[in-house]
């Protein structure tokens, strides 16, 4: 293959059925040639890599021996990848036909935009919120936390962290996107750096956008192209390593980018509610997992 447009990078982890499938939908790109395609298994302990060496020969295959996480499993592929545009890529995914060449395409013809995100849905058909977002500042978290921004959906003030007032077909330039299914410019990863690797999982995808706009460049949501994601497919299996990983995701791109604008009390206040947001999903979960399969039907 000469020098491919699109480098694909998937992390898996126990989800060898959905890895299938959304390989599978890759190929129905009229441009899938041109794409190369990296899996990097974070010992899955299935039969995950043995799917991929029989059917998927030509995807290149990392194997870990331990469960890195998603930042560190992407830039161990990032900076071998050939491609002009990077595209990060749940393994939970399926695409639809010409989405990876459509986001292609944008980059292709906006020099400006430094990531380009595609319509991501929920198995039944919803837009999948974290597909446009903005960024976590105290206050459109707490809309968020409190559910004023579910209450009013239409309300620019509460609703602003989904963007849930705008029209879901329509091209919109956002603030972050989902590390679902995103694609950036290889040159822009060389200016901006590698995902952030004191996050294991979740958050670093707005991270990554937020050192992508303070370069000067654009982040846009483009609803030409379609994914749908099984959303937590892998995580599920780890319910109280996930929530934590979630909230750490919260704090460390809070201390990174907005506490050097708050005093020290309201930055422990953040920090705290952070963690008890944490703590009653633990329990939560924690409780879940004590209850009797019938008593839950």
């Not at 043995?50 to 995807?59: D, F």
């Amino acid at each position: 293959m000469s020098e491919p447009i699109v480098s694909i990078v998937i992390v898996n982890w126990k989800t060898p059925k959905l890895l299938a499938q959304c390989l599978d939908s890759i190929q129905k790109d009229p441009q899938h040639e041109q794409f190369e395609i990296f899996v990097v298994d974070n010992a899955s302990g299935d039969d995950s890599v043995e799917i991929l060496q029989s059917r998927y020969k030509y995807v290149q295959v990392i194997e870990n021996t331990d469960n890195k996480g998603f930042s560190k499993a992407c830039n161990q592929v990032i900076p071998i990848a050939r491609g002009r545009y990077v595209l990060l890529l749940n393994p939970d995914s399926v695409v639809t036909e010409n989405a990876i060449s459509e986001l292609a395409r944008y980059l292709e013809t906006h020099k400006d935009c430094g990531a380009v995100g595609a319509k991501v849905l929920n198995p039944d058909g919803t837009l999948q919120l974290a597909c446009r977002r903005a960024f976590p500042d105290p206050a459109a978290s707490f809309y968020r936390v409190t559910y004023l921004s579910r209450l009013f959906p239409n309300n620019r003030t509460f609703a602003r962290y989904n963007y849930s007032f705008a029209d879901q077909d329509q091209e919109l330039e956002v603030d972050a996107l989902s590390g679902a299914c995103m694609m950036v410019p290889k040159e822009v990863v060389e200016k901006v750096g590698l995902l952030d690797e004191d996050i294991f999982m979740f958050g670093e995808d707005i991270d990554w956008c937020w050192r992508i706009k303070q370069a000067g460049f654009k982040v846009v949501y483009n609803p030409l192209a379609v994914v749908t994601h099984a959303h937590g497919a892998a995580s599920r299996l780890r319910p109280i390593g996930t929530t934590i990983d979630l909230h750490n995701g919260m704090h460390v791109f809070y201390r990174k980018h907005l506490a050097q604008k708050y005093w020290a009390p309201f930055n422990l206040l953040v920090y705290a509610a952070i963690w008890s947001r944490a703590a009653v999903f633990i329990v939560v979960n924690w409780a879940r997992s004590l209850t009797p399969r019938a008593a839950i039907k």
